[in-house]
């Protein structure tokens, strides 16, 4: 999410502009890039389609990317339109520093 360090933001994962002759990933066994969420109910939110915008300090290309939650999730609370979803799960309740979809 915008505002966290850069390093959580690739940890783990390869420079964005370096992978572009393998790029986009067709099949989600062979990705090999992935964005950093700050915590799980946005992680959440992404993967079961609610969340629809990620604002990055780089462009997002077409293609399969892992989705990782930090280890520490942020100490704010979260927006008011996360909290209104549906389903919604507790944070604590929820992965942490691990990857948790695609």
Do not use: M
Not at 69 to 87: D, E, I
């Amino acid at each position: 999410e915008s505002g966290s360090a850069d390093g959580a933001l690739t940890a783990g994962f390869e420079a964005v502009d370096s992978l572009s002759e393998r790029w986009p990933v067709e099949e989600p066994a062979t990705l090999t890039r992935g964005l950093t969420l700050c915590c799980g109910q946005l992680a959440w939110a992404l993967l079961e389609g609610h969340k629809v915008i990620e604002n990055r300090n780089f462009r997002i290309r077409p293609g399969w990317y892992a989705v990782h939650t930090s280890k520490k999730p942020r100490l704010p609370p979260p927006p008011q339109p996360l909290l209104a979803l549906r389903g919604l799960p507790p944070e604590a309740s929820l992965a942490h520093g691990v990857i948790v979809g695609a």
